[in-house]
């Protein structure tokens, strides 16, 4: 009798020692999980983002300052991965990450895969070229070579002005490679977002270029999230708000010294 009634306590506190530790366990859990967004990113397009060489290896830029503001607000705290521009979509499709921030235009292409944010920067395409290379209009650019990054915008504009003139586009995963590969002389132009370009030029003394008409709809860059992430309302929230109180506008100035 005492051992069936000492077995059956010492069962019943057992029992309630492994509930009340699994209740410990998934409390910790949910308390101790920090709210961390996985932003992806290439970081090879300054200042939208970019590693300072030699300084750090944080990815710093406009987009990164950006992200961080608005997830800020939102209560998160945003880690950054870098990838080539072409996997970021992917990267959003496979819950890799759970948003990208990198300069990328919501093309009509871009938004069967995945939902973007509002607008948040507009800026144009520039063709790229050494200034010896009397490339000067579209019309300069036939029978050219002519590189673009790999999965951007310019790849579609490179095929748009291909149906003007013949040119042979080739892709590369890294903007540093198209300009190493025009110095090379392996390219005679590369189509570049105007923002990163100016960069480049300063850089590059003996590099031109001139800016390309772009469509309206085809200029502006914008969030991207994984289809129906509830986060894509959430950001577009907070960045109306950093719109209309200005400090939107001043990442603009710190990143890029001008009005948008």
Known sequence: MKKGVILLLTMMLMA???????????????????????????????????????????????DADLAK?????LGYEVK??????S????????GQADLVLAG???TEKRKKNVD???????????????KDSGIKSIADLKGKTVGVQLGSIQEGKAQEINKEVPIKIENRNRIPDLIQEIKSGRFDAAIIEDTVA???????????????SDDPKEAGSAIAFP?????????????????????????????FGGEQ
């Open 87 to 94: 996997g970021l979509v992917q990267s959003l499709k496979s």
């Open 80 to 85: 950054i991965k870098d990838m080539d521009f």
């Open 104 to 106: 990328m235009t919501p």
């Open 227 to 255: 289809k129906d992430s509830e986060l894509t309302a959430k950001f577009n929230k907070e960045l109306k708000k950093m719109k209309d109180n200005g400090e939107l506008q001043k990442l603009v100035v710190k990143w």
């Open 16 to 62: 309630g020692l492994l509930a009340a530790c699994g209740t410990s366990d998934k409390s910790n859990k949910k308390s101790g999980d920090k709210k961390v967004l996985v932003m992806a990113t290439s970081a090879d397009y300054p200042p939208f983002e970019y590693v300072e060489t030699g300084k750090s290896d944080e990815i710093i830029g406009f």
């Open 116 to 130: 973007f944010s509002d607008i948040y920067y507009t800026a144009h395409h520039l063709i790229v070229s050494k």
């Open 198 to 212: 100016k960069g480049y030029l300063e850089k590059e003394k003996d590099f031109a270029g001139f800016t390309l």
């Open 69 to 73: 503001a608005i997830a800020k607000n």
